[in-house]
């Protein structure tokens, strides 16, 4: 398996512009993150997914922020209208069950000038 | 809610070996993790210990748990400069399906 693929890897965009992060989380697994790292904040769980079901979206910031998972193999997180303190690096990892190791994609840097 | 603190910065010499500390909240946990992230990666599982366990060991990587003081340390030996990363700690929530993470502690191996 490629393990977790995220895409784009790097996006800079301006403010006000919609983003959409994507992310495809390794077969059979059943659980599906979105986390979000700064330096400032560290790493903050955004939402997560099982079995397609968004299950706790209490992390994600306001309402300028939604997450899709249309299916077992894709999920979107979109940012509509973008901000400059949006400007992170967000990760999508996946699990096969919800106590087990969770892998890591490579990130998609954001940058919202 | 759930709180997982570890001190931010580490700096070794190349050869000694490191600590890293984790502190955490919830007593309920099953397991509790420390994960790896290389400049520009993601996050890569290194080790875990169940909590009924005081102690793991895997090559140079040993994990301590005090399960009474909510303590979890992870010692690094004949540290390298490969080992130069932000380790995280985590643990599992009380509903067991979310992980708790630190805020990482960066280890900087000096030459």
């Known amino acids: 398996d490629a393990g977790v693929i995220q895409s784009p890897r790097h996006e800079v965009t301006e403010m006000g512009q919609e983003v959409t992060l994507r992310c495809k989380p390794i077969?059979?697994?059943?659980?599906l993150f979105w986390y979000r790292q700064t330096m400032m904040r560290g790493l903050e769980l955004l939402i997560y997914?099982?079995?397609?079901?968004?299950?706790?979206d209490s992390g994600m910031p306001e309402d300028r922020f939604s997450a899709k998972m249309p299916n077992a193999s894709f999920s979107t997180l979109k940012i509509q209208p973008s901000e400059p303190r949006d400007s992170a690096v967000y990760f999508c990892?996946?699990?096969?069950?919800?106590?087990?190791?969770?892998?890591f994609g490579p990130g998609t840097r954001l940058t919202v000038t | 809610g759930e709180d997982v603190e570890q001190s931010l910065f580490l700096s070794v010499r190349e050869g000694d070996s490191s600590v890293i500390n984790c502190t955490y909240t919830?007593?309920?946990?099953?397991?509790l993790y420390w994960y790896k992230q290389e400049p520009g990666a993601g996050l890569q599982l290194l080790t875990y210990?169940?909590?009924?366990?005081d102690m793991k060991q895997d090559q140079r990587l040993t994990v301590l748990l005090n399960k009474k003081d909510k303590h979890l340390s992870l010692r690094i030996a004949d540290t390298q400069t490969g080992d130069s990363a932000i380790y995280f700690c985590?643990?599992?929530?009380?509903?067991?399906?979310?992980?708790?993470f630190g805020p990482g502690t960066r280890l900087s191996v000096l030459p």
């Open positions: 985590a643990e599992i929530d009380n509903y067991g399906q979310n992980f708790v």
């Open positions: 919830d007593s309920s946990s099953t397991y």
């Open positions: 077969s059979g697994h059943d659980y």
């Open positions: 997914f099982n079995n397609n079901v968004p299950i706790d």
């Open positions: 990892a996946s699990s096969l069950t919800g106590e087990g190791e969770q892998y």
């Open positions: 210990i169940f909590s009924n366990m």
